[in-house]
């Protein structure tokens, strides 16, 4: 599963990588994936996760690799969905913010559970949500230190078509992301951990 897993993060990474629409937004994008990849290889030995966090992690992988390859504006069947449904602009930005909520908050959470850090499951939803809201707002201040630093070169990354509540509404999905994950893939989540801990006591 780990190789299939790796094969399908390279095929999309170098997919990504051919002729983008814009060079610094695809190196922007996807630049968090190749740093994740590489946080994950080197603590693999030592913290292991879930077939279900690495399953949503590649899946938002793929998310910063179609983005940084078409630029969030210009992604083309956003493209189609805006000018079918009349919408004011390109929206698959949203779903990539939606998603650092939601596979943050998968990743929190399962290092908070399976290291013992919080026990009380209320306590852990909140915290959750909390977590995956500030990575979201210090995103934000990234996206605002590379317009400041670039200027008109980060306008691709950016990606606010205009829109005067962009940053707003991106951490808000986020939130959004965060909160749906906590409250509809706990379940899962959970059996995924204690079929790794079974899983990892048969093979001691």
Excluded at 1 to 28: A, N
Aim: overall charge neutral.
């Amino acid at each position: 599963m780990l190789r299939l897993f790796v094969i399908i993060f390279f095929i999309g990474l170098i997919w990504s990588g051919i002729y983008p629409k814009d060079q610094f937004t695809w190196i922007m994008e996807v630049f968090p994936a190749i740093i994740g990849f590489g946080i994950l290889a080197a603590t693999y030995k030592r913290f292991r996760f879930t077939d279900l966090v690495y399953t949503f992690i590649l899946v938002h992988c793929w998310i910063l690799f179609i983005g940084g390859h078409y630029t969030y504006a210009e992604m083309p069947l956003f493209n189609w969905i805006r000018d079918t449904f009349g919408q004011a602009r390109n929206n698959y930005d949203k779903v990539g913010h939606f998603f650092q909520g939601f596979v943050p908050a998968l990743i929190a959470r399962e290092l908070l559970v399976r290291l013992e850090v919080v026990r009380g499951r209320g306590w852990l939803a909140v915290i959750v949500v909390s977590l995956c809201a500030t990575i979201s707002v210090f995103y934000e201040f990234l996206e605002w230190g590379v317009a400041v630093g670039t200027g008109e070169a980060a306008d691709a990354f950016l990606g606010t078509q205009g829109y005067v509540w962009d940053t707003q509404s991106d951490m808000l999905y986020a939130t959004i992301g965060a909160t749906v994950a906590v409250l509809f893939m706990s379940k899962f989540h959970d059996k995924a951990i204690k079929k790794l801990a079974e899983r990892n006591n048969i093979k001691q």
